[in-house]
């Protein structure tokens, strides 16, 4: 388990992380979601006492790190695949770790194996491929077998295969009872991988909720119904009580309905449907709504240090803020089967 309570970090006058306080658990991936520039890397760092909180706590099983013993045996971490020696074999750097938290060498050649990388043991790091580097990384965090690991945007950069290695590894770590923590700009990502998600935007907590909580809360389900005789459409879904919404293009979106239900309705009035589908707006669409606010907010250079990170990958955040579903969700929504 770790604990945050009320972590914040200051650079001058920048708040990278704001107040954090939350849990991870054991058991399950805890994702950690945020635009580029939210505090997810200070956040991480400062959970592993690589940067000292401006105030707050971090506690790992109730202690500070600086208090464990051999660390690498509580809490295993991939920050920065990249931080690794590179005139080092992917061998000798994972022996140097083990040395270094009393961990028996025969562990090594253990962990290897576990991310694939027996074949390059020898091999010097530096001429790694990005995938191999994220290997040896998740090597590295597995070295002491600990209860706690963290990942910080662990698939990034990766192949698709790649991408569900690491996303199969998380989950059955998961399964033996760990804890894992796993970092993300991607809603998308989180989706698939992540049971329990910690939303933040601007350092500031967002949302502290279940995966299938955050999907039930944030996407909204409607059906949309296409037909030529629109007008009269609308005035039988009205008559029996259905509340709907002109979306363009012709057609009307109804929240709280069933295809079946509607389907039914306008053949009794024996009207043409030219479309009849059950929508749902994406989770990515809804993520991009909450963090909009926030990354607004830096874009429009409030940033007094001045050193930050582009506030966001291009437009894509949009320019909504708030919670809630997103009303006639156009471009974010998928089809269910019709
Ligand atoms: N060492 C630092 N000095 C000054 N500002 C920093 C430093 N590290 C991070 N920041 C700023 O803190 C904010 C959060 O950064 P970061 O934790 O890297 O976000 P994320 O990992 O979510 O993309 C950003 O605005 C970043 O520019
Ligand atoms: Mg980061």
Same mark, same amino acid.
């Given at each position: ?23 991870? +658990? ?18 991480? @760092? /400062? /959970?592993?006492?690589? !940067? ?6 971090? @506690? ?6 600086? $208090? ?18 590179? &005139? ?9 770790? *083990? ?31 990005? &995938? ?6 998740? *090597? ?18 990766? !192949?698709? $295969? ?13 399964? $033996?009872? +760990? ?31 279940? /995966? ?15 037909? #030529?005789? %629109?007008? +009269? ?6 008559? !029996? ?19 079946? +239900?509607?389907? $039914? ?13 059950? %929508? ?18 830096? *874009?429009?250079?409030? !940033? ?13 955040? &949009? ?7 997103? #009303? ?11």
């Amino acid at each position: 388990m770790i604990e945050l309570d009320g972590l914040t970090k200051r650079y001058g006058t920048k708040t990278a992380v704001d107040h954090l306080s939350f849990r991870v +658990r054991p058991g399950m991936i805890t994702g950690f979601l945020g635009p580029n520039g939210a505090g997810k890397s200070t956040t991480m @760092r /400062m /959970m592993l006492d690589l !940067d000292n909180p401006t105030s707050g706590t971090v @506690r790992i099983d109730g202690r500070h790190y600086r $208090e464990l013993d051999e660390p690498l045996k509580y809490i295993g971490a991939l920050l920065d695949a990249k931080a690794m020696h590179g &005139g080092r074999s992917a061998y000798n750097n994972l022996l140097c770790l *083990a040395q270094s938290n009393r961990i028996p060498e025969s562990r090594v050649a253990e962990v290897l194996d576990l991310v694939g990388l027996t074949a390059v043991a020898r091999k010097k790091s530096k001429g790694f491929s990005l &995938g191999m580097g994220q290997r040896l990384g998740i *090597a590295s965090a597995l070295l002491g077998d600990p209860e706690i690991l963290m990942f910080d945007e662990p698939v990034n950069g990766l !192949d698709p $295969e790649g991408i569900h290695w690491i996303r199969n590894l998380m989950k059955s770590l998961a399964a $033996e009872g +760990r804890t894992i923590f796993v970092s993300s700009h991607l809603m998308s990502e989180m989706a698939l991988t992540a049971d329990h998600l910690i939303v933040i935007g601007q350092g500031k907590l967002l949302a502290d909720m279940s /995966m299938a909580d955050f999907i039930q809360r944030n996407s909204r389900s409607f059906v949309r119904l296409r037909s #030529p005789q %629109q007008e +009269r459409l609308r005035d039988v879904l009205h008559a !029996d009580g259905f509340v709907v919404v002109e979306a363009g293009n012709g057609t009307l979106e109804v929240d709280g309905a069933t295809t079946e +239900r509607l389907g $039914e309705l306008a053949a009794a009035h024996q009207l043409t449907l030219h479309e009849l589908s059950a %929508q749902r707006a994406s989770l990515e669409e809804a993520f991009m709504q909450m963090t909009a606010g926030a990354v607004e907010y830096h *874009a429009h250079g409030t !940033d007094t240090h001045g050193g930050g990170e582009p506030a966001a990958p291009g437009p894509a955040w &949009g320019a909504n803020s708030g919670w809630g579903p997103a #009303p006639g969700a156009g471009s974010g929504t998928t089809t269910e089967g019709v």
